[in-house]
């Protein structure tokens, strides 16, 4: 998964958002950076770009991603660390970062709640979230082609997780729950580019939870050629590209 995420997911839809939050998180002058739900590093790699002199531990839950991340990225300190219980000190970091992660936290008060606690007295914490699947030209053409491809039967994870915490109203409660203030929320869409939209169709199909599901089904293959085909009919034949719409988020202690 790892692989796939990395070669058809991150330069598509996690390198422009990469880059434009490394660049607001430089212009905070950070000198200790954490970064939760790190994956192969895409936001990691830019932050150090951006802000070369901060420390930055870059972690994930998932080990296998650690592993890619720290072989691809090995200026950052890597650590396996689960988001709810963070294995640091209180107040080690004047930043904290995340890039298209909260949506998999499941408990997100709790993981803000340790997010609060790792944080220094005037740090910020810095985080996106992916819009409406609607507002995601990649996603939604995706989804279309599983609906088309698994009629009934298509996993509805993009809706549900990655696009499942577009509530502001939500965020914000969560964040205060946790001793947070959700002190802004910027929406942003950017374009993002693909070397054809059968190479964004493995990616989601491969590098994500839904690979589970068509691993478990004897039609697999099949699934995935029509996805592939269904997809290239609806962005295009050769290099493609579509506007993604995110939110930006950024929190501090409450006063």
């Known amino acids: 998964m790892p692989e796939a995420y990395e070669r058809h997911l991150v330069p598509a839809l996690f390198r422009p958002f990469a880059a434009d939050l490394a660049a607001r998180a430089a212009a905070l002058r950070p000198r200790t950076v954490l970064e939760l739900a790190a994956g192969t590093g895409a936001l990691t790699s830019a932050l150090l770009t951006a802000a070369p002199t901060a420390s930055v531990i870059a972690s994930d839950l998932n080990q296998a991603m650690v592993t890619a991340g720290s072989a691809r990225e090995p200026r950052a300190d890597w650590r396996q660390a689960d988001a709810q219980e963070l294995p640091f000190e209180d107040g080690t970091f004047d930043l904290v970062v995340c890039q298209f992660g909260v949506m998999f936290f499941p408990d ?43 009629p009934g039967a298509a996993p509805a994870f993009l809706e549900d997780v990655p696009h499942g915490y577009t509530d ?88």
Do not use: C
């Open 108 to 150: 997100r008060p709790a993981a803000y709640n340790e997010v609060r606690r790792v944080l220094a007295p005037q740090g910020r914490f810095l985080f996106n979230s992916w819009g409406p699947l609607a507002a995601h030209g990649f996603a939604a053409a995706f989804q279309t082609a599983l609906k088309e491809s698994m």
């Open 168 to 255: 502001l109203a939500q965020v914000a409660s969560d964040l205060a729950a946790a001793g947070l203030t959700l002190a802004g929320a910027e929406e942003v869409t950017l374009d993002g580019s693909a070397e054809s939209a059968a190479s964004v169709a493995t990616g989601f199909l491969t590098g994500t939870p839904v690979s589970a599901v068509l691993d478990a089904r004897q039609d697999a293959q099949g699934i995935r050629t029509a996805v592939a085909q269904r997809m290239t009919a609806l962005l295009g034949t050769g290099p493609v590209t579509a506007a993604m719409t995110a939110t930006l988020y950024t929190a501090h202690h409450q006063a």
